[in-house]
Nanobody, 119 residues
Framework: VQLQASGGGLVQAGGSLRLSCAAS????????MGWFRQAPGKEREFVGA????????NYADSLKGRFTISRDNAKNMVYLQMNSLKPEDTAVYYC?????????????WGQGTLVTVSS
């Protein structure tokens, strides 16, 4: 099983980034997919998730309206579009697979990608 996140980097506050996560080794379309993040010195937190149907989504309340999750089951890909980025969004971002709503029950974790937002 592999979940490879990519697309992180350095961006100025107010900018946007799109993260991607490539999945392999399991039946991608059968799982909900989530994004989590861990800022320096803080615990990992839930960002959002999308169900297997490519439609139903769930977000952390503090991120609603700025972050959007999508997926493409034909490509085994899940995406996180991040807009209006703030310095406090700086973190390592991870994708994960699990049963809906993917908040606490995770089946597979991926490697993270670092997002740094400068002020």
């Amino acid at each position: 099983v592999q979940l490879q996140a990519s697309g992180g980097g350095l961006v100025q506050a107010g900018g946007s980034l799109r993260l991607s996560c490539a999945a392999s080794g399991f039946r991608f379309s059968a799982y909900a997919m989530g994004w989590f993040r861990q800022a320096p010195g803080k615990e990992r937190e839930f960002v959002g998730a999308i169900n297997w149907n490519e439609v139903t989504t769930n977000y952390a309340d503090s991120l609603k309206g700025r972050f959007t999750i999508s997926r493409d089951n034909a490509k085994n890909m899940v995406y996180l579009q991040m807009n209006s980025l703030k310095p406090e969004d700086t973190a390592v971002y991870y994708c994960a697979a699990g049963p809906w709503p993917v908040v606490k029950t995770i089946r597979f974790w991926g490697q993270g990608t670092l997002v740094t937002v400068s002020s």
